[in-house]
């Protein structure tokens, strides 16, 4: 419980930062803060049903997976900035699958891959939101 309470307020402080720094509706069409904001909805969405999962399970036992999750959901924003959001992502699910969850390398990789291939896919092409492409994706 005490992991899925860290998460939500890490996905709460994400949720606020993209709300605050970025445009969730503009001109009639979704802005680059809209896909943060579903992101982070869904983690707080997630870990409460896992907090009533787990209270009804009477388990409550605090591991370092829910934190390896909420450190990986802040470097997102300094890693937006610097590589742009769909990398970022890419690289934190890489890390996250790999050494936290304990994945191979290629599965990892595929599974990142694949990640920021749909967001880019639902958001870019489909929403067309223009996510954050960083200070290197200017270059």
């Known amino acids: 419980m005490a992991g ?3 998460l939500i307020i890490a996905a709460t ?3 606020i930062y993209a709300v605050l720094h970025y445009s969730i509706w503009t ?3 979704p802005g680059s803060g809209l896909m943060p904001s579903i992101a982070a909805a869904i983690v707080i969405v997630a870990c409460l049903w ?3 999962a787990e209270t009804a399970q009477e388990n409550l036992s605090f591991g370092l997976r829910p934190l390896a ?3 990986g959901l802040v470097a997102i924003l300094p890693l937006s900035l610097l590589v742009g959001l769909l990398p970022g992502l890419a690289i934190v699910a890489a ?3 790999r050494f936290v969850e304990g994945m191979s390398i290629p599965r990892s990789a595929l599974i990142a891959a694949g ?3 749909g967001s880019w896919l639902l958001f870019e092409r489909t929403l067309m939101v223009p996510l954050p492409h960083g200070l290197l994706g200017s270059i």
């Open 95 to 97: 890390v996250i699958l």
């Open 50 to 52: 896992a907090a009533v």
């Open 13 to 15: 402080a994400a949720m």
């Open 27 to 29: 001109f009639g069409m």
């Open 69 to 71: 999750y909420c450190v």
């Open 115 to 117: 990640t920021a291939f």
């Open 4 to 6: 899925a309470i860290t």
